[in-house]
């Protein structure tokens, strides 16, 4: 089947960050936001990851922001819904700092433009953990728009997260394609490959290469952007 949509994860990929130091200096700076709101830094931090725990369970009978919320408000009490509007005023403000912490890779944004001149469509396949405020950010920050992508998942728009084949047929069915005309381009073994198992074709980028559960990387396309834009070229 011909190949017509092109799939792209954002941290890691579009964007070159360590993964660890990336989460661990963005919750630093959500700490400090909220410290002087009555939330202690390793509680907040421990509820974020059970909130994202529940977002990664979400079967898509609700959206990821009401997984989080849910779960988070079960955690400190319906009085943090309240709050809201200071995680609100954070990603909008504070977030931003958090890009220092990444990497610039300009051949991130030559590989999309250069894919959307092949005539391929173009989205961006990024975990729908964080808000659309901090996903556009990063966006930016890898030297893209958001006006650049046809979709990119957020917390909002998307009940299901990674590495749940489901996220991939979701995607595939609001763009109108059938898997088989997607390739998925993402540095996480675990994460981005299993979009094969749908029917997805795929390619692993290198660069920032996360594979938690070691498996063998031989059986995947991979290498750089320069090496991602030949192999869309021999399809």
């Given at each position: 089947?011909?190949?017509?949509?092109?799939l792209f994860?954002?941290?890691?990929?579009?964007?070159?960050?360590?993964?660890?130091?990336?989460?661990?200096?963005?919750?630093?700076?959500?700490?400090?936001?909220?410290?002087?709101?009555?939330?202690?830094?390793?509680?907040?931090?421990?509820?974020?990851?059970?909130?994202?725990?529940?977002?990664?369970?979400?079967?898509?009978?609700?959206?990821?922001?009401?997984?989080?919320?849910?779960?988070?408000?079960?955690?400190?009490?319906?009085?943090?819904?309240?709050?809201?509007?200071?995680?609100?005023?954070?990603?909008?403000?504070?977030?931003?700092?958090?890009?220092?912490?990444?990497?610039?890779?300009?051949?991130?944004?030559?590989?999309?433009?250069?894919?959307?001149?092949?005539?391929?469509?173009?989205?961006?396949?990024?975990?729908?953990?964080?808000?659309?405020?901090?996903?556009?950010?990063?966006?930016?920050?890898?030297?893209?728009?958001?006006?650049?992508?046809?979709?990119?998942?957020?917390?909002?728009?998307?009940?299901?997260?990674?590495?749940?084949?489901?996220?991939?047929?979701?995607?595939?069915?609001?763009?109108?394609?059938?898997?088989e005309q997607?390739?998925?381009?993402?540095?996480?073994?675990?994460?981005?490959?299993?979009?094969?198992?749908?029917?997805?074709?795929?390619?692993?980028?290198?660069?920032?290469?996360?594979?938690?559960?070691?498996?063998?990387?031989?059986?995947?396309?991979?290498?750089?952007?320069?090496?991602?834009?030949?192999?869309?070229?021999?399809?």
């Amino acid at each position: 089947m011909k190949l017509t949509t092109i799939l792209f994860d954002l941290d890691g990929t579009l964007l070159p960050m360590d993964n660890d130091a990336f989460t661990k200096g963005y919750f630093k700076l959500l700490a400090a936001k909220l410290a002087p709101h009555g939330y202690e830094p390793k509680q907040l931090v421990d509820a974020i990851w059970a909130g994202t725990a529940a977002m990664v369970k979400n079967d898509g009978t609700q959206s990821n922001e009401e997984a989080f919320w849910k779960k988070f408000a079960g955690i400190y009490g319906e009085k943090v819904l309240a709050d809201k509007p200071l995680f609100d005023e954070f990603y909008e403000k504070d977030f931003h700092h958090a890009k220092s912490i990444c990497g610039f890779n300009p051949n991130a944004a030559m590989a999309v433009h250069t894919v959307k001149e092949m005539g391929l469509r173009v989205a961006l396949a990024t975990n729908p953990i964080f808000p659309a405020v901090a996903t556009e950010s990063r966006i930016l920050w890898a030297g893209l728009e958001p006006e650049d992508f046809e979709l990119y998942t957020t917390y909002e728009n998307i009940g299901y997260c990674k590495p749940n084949p489901d996220y991939y047929r979701e995607i595939a069915k609001r763009l109108g394609v059938k898997p088989e005309q997607c390739l998925m381009v993402g540095n996480d073994v675990t994460e981005d490959m299993v979009a094969q198992s749908v029917g997805m074709q795929v390619f692993l980028l290198t660069d920032c290469l996360i594979n938690k559960e070691r498996k063998n990387i031989a059986e995947y396309p991979r290498g750089s952007f320069v090496q991602l834009l030949q192999f869309i070229e021999t399809l």
